[in-house]
């Protein structure tokens, strides 16, 4: 039977430390663009590729939790937070390959930055054995074979790259998608540097976010 019109199931994987818009309104378009019924936002307990997040896993997911609520289609899971050891991708998409089935189209999301260092991920060269890979881009971007991981062989993207959405939902797994996004300039780091400084982040996360945020006085932020 085809795969053709079978809505796929998109993950997006993060420290989330803490969730911004930059995160939500790139999460936003490619649900709607890939026809994804459910996004799932997957933060990471020990990121194995990054400095440990600064606030505790239970409480990244909270703010999340508040974040994605009003949003229809976006969706926190947990399973990375509950698993020992390292949050390896490899691992988590093993698992929702499981849960699915072997039909149903799964895509993991990711930016270009990321995609450059793949190869650094563990067992990196089969994260396409159980899903596409959704590289988030500017518009007008122009993907080339040097676009790929850092290390891979050179036919490695050419061999797997799709040329529309249509593609993905036709397989379950297997290809490197281009997705254009609306790339905020905002990033977690620089909003922890604000917090630290005594500075206001409202703004630049939902404003159920930002209220804990500030009344707590989470990243060393003066409590008001």
Known sequence: MSNAGMAPLALLGGTFD???YGHLRPAIEVRESLGADELRLIPGHVPP????????????????????API???????RELV??????????????RRMIGDRRPLCFVMGGDALGGLCSWYQWHKLTDYAHLV?????????????GPRG?????????QAATVQALRARPAGLVYF??????????????????QGRSAQGLMPDCVWQPVASQGLYGYPQV
């Open 152 to 160: 891979a062989p050179p036919q490695w993207l050419p061999d797997r």
């Open 72 to 78: 229809p289609g976006l969706v926190v899971d947990r």
């Open 135 to 147: 590289v988030t881009t500017r518009a007008g971007y122009t993907a080339t074979p040097a676009t």
């Open 179 to 196: 997705q254009p996004v609306s790339r905020l300039e905002i990033s977690a780091t620089a909003i922890r540097r604000l917090l630290a």
């Open 83 to 96: 698993r020992a050891g390292p949050s390896y991708t490899l691992d988590t998409l093993r698992e929702l």
């Open 18 to 20: 803490p969730v911004h």
């Open 49 to 68: 590729h990054r400095p440990q997040p600064r606030l505790a896993a239970a409480r990244r997911a909270d703010l999340l939790d508040r974040a994605v």
